[in-house]
């Protein structure tokens, strides 16, 4: 071999840098899906438009790479073309005489911008997506920056009442109760108003069950209460106490079914509900960290841990049901959910390696054995199960 060594390691590093290079830029595109990318050029212009949550960053920034997937899930969850706030990024070492002007001495530095305004109010927080949406919460709370948002009517209008602070825990102490838990800037709460005002015009002359909603930027504490970490919540309250959350399809026909189902009025439902309820188990088993160790120490235990306001959680949450409900009467399958959000679960989902969500882990007589990466339909994930117990079967 012929040529200076030194050549030879300088060219080998410039090598290697650019390889780093190359993959920051091709994983930024990647994370940036929802994320739009402001510059000197327009950030003046597009932050005068609407309120912003920005965050100044350098892609080397270790911090800055950690927030990165919970920033892209916050822009997937809020910017929507209709909605009073947009999630944005900045790139302070292509950008520094921007990042200079916005008094950016570190990295990441998210910064909150009411329309129209180009000094921004400096989040301090901790960089996880509730404490970001409250954030958000609580610079959206002024009545006057939010549109569309009518004073709370005294009674029900067409069958929907709106619920404060005051009226919250008396309405809901007794009776049957289907609560809508929003926020104005959510683009999905958005959609789902004229259903949710349909539902209640529908049910309005129903007196045993009342639809309602509460606007969480103005009553945190009730919101707080009931542990909303994301928009809309739908719950199920039965004599002020929580039974159910819904998960299912958004549409009028999926809610008013959802709500005959939980009154009962399907006489075959109801039936088996009365004649299996102290027989049968639920075709979704629920655990936290005090039930986990006992639910899943026999037979095969399929687990999906979640948050409530994933999105890829949300789409697979009636499907993960189908599933359950395939199982439902096997004793050797228990098909189960884990909210990681919930105080009760939040150590147990560190000490299975919870790493995103969802996790889907499948364990045998309490013992991990698999993680489940393939496509979640409902016939690839019945596969998946019964490859295992036919395995097992075998030997």
Request: net charge negative.
């Given at each position: 071999?012929?040529?200076?060594?030194?050549?030879?390691?300088?060219?080998?590093?410039?090598?290697?840098?650019?390889?780093?290079?190359?993959?920051?830029?091709?994983?930024?595109?990647?994370?940036?899906?929802?994320?739009?990318?402001?510059?000197?050029?327009?950030?003046?212009?597009?932050?005068?438009?609407?309120?912003?949550?920005?965050?100044?960053?350098?892609?080397?920034?270790?911090?800055?790479?950690?927030?990165?997937?919970?920033?892209?899930q916050l822009a997937e969850m809020s910017n929507e073309e209709d909605n009073n706030i947009k999630i944005a990024k900045v790139d302070c070492t292509t950008e520094s005489t921007l990042c200079s002007e916005q008094d950016v001495t570190g990295y990441p530095t998210l910064k909150f911008y009411k329309a129209g305004e180009t000094k921004g109010i400096k989040f301090r927080g901790t960089r996880d997506l509730p404490s970001l949406t409250s954030f958000i919460n609580d610079q959206l709370g002024s009545t006057s920056m939010l549109e569309d948002v009518a004073p709370s009517p005294p009674e029900a209008v067409n069958g929907l009442l709106e619920l404060t602070e005051d009226t919250f825990e008396k309405h809901v102490s007794s009776g049957h109760h289907f609560v809508k838990f929003y926020a104005p800037w959510c683009g999905h709460c958005q959609k789902l108003a004229p259903t949710w005002d349909e539902l209640a015009n529908s049910l309005r002359h129903d007196d045993t069950v009342s639809i309602s909603k509460i606007d969480c930027t103005q009553h945190r504490s009730v919101c707080g209460q009931f542990d909303i970490k994301g928009y809309p919540t739908l719950l199920w309250i039965e004599d002020g106490k929580k039974v159910d959350k819904y998960t299912g399809q958004r549409t009028h026909e999926e809610l008013k079914a959802y709500v005959s189902m939980m009154l009962g009025k399907n006489a075959d439902e109801s039936s088996q509900k009365n004649e299996s309820t102290d027989d049968m188990p639920h075709a979704i088993l629920s655990l936290t960290a005090d039930s986990f160790k006992h639910g899943v120490e026999k037979g095969l235990s399929f687990v999906k841990f979640f948050a409530p306001w994933c999105g890829h959680c949300k789409r697979l949450a009636p499907t993960w049901e189908q599933l359950g409900k395939k199982f439902f009467g096997n004793e050797n399958v228990n098909i189960v959910k884990v909210d990681?959000?919930?105080?009760?679960?939040?150590?147990?989902?560190?000490?299975?390696?919870?790493?995103?969500?969802?996790?889907?882990?499948?364990?045998?007589?309490?013992?991990?054995?698999?993680?489940?990466?393939?496509?979640?339909?409902?016939?690839?994930?019945?596969?998946?199960?019964?490859?295992?117990?036919?395995?097992?079967?075998?030997?």
């Open positions: 071999m012929t040529g200076n060594p030194a050549d030879f390691i300088t060219s080998k590093r410039w090598i290697v840098l650019f390889l780093f290079m190359l993959s920051q830029v091709i994983n930024g595109h990647d994370e940036d899906v929802h994320t739009p990318q402001y510059t000197n050029d327009n950030f003046s212009t597009e932050i005068k438009k609407k309120n912003h949550f920005v965050m100044f960053y350098a892609p080397w920034c270790g911090h800055c790479q950690r927030l990165g997937p919970t920033w892209e990681c959000t919930l105080e009760a679960s939040k150590e147990l989902c560190n000490e299975q390696e919870v790493d995103g969500f969802p996790s889907l882990y499948l364990y045998r007589d309490g013992r991990k054995v698999s993680e489940y990466n393939g496509s979640r339909n409902l016939d690839d994930l019945y596969d998946f199960v019964m490859i295992h117990l036919q395995a097992h079967d075998e030997l």
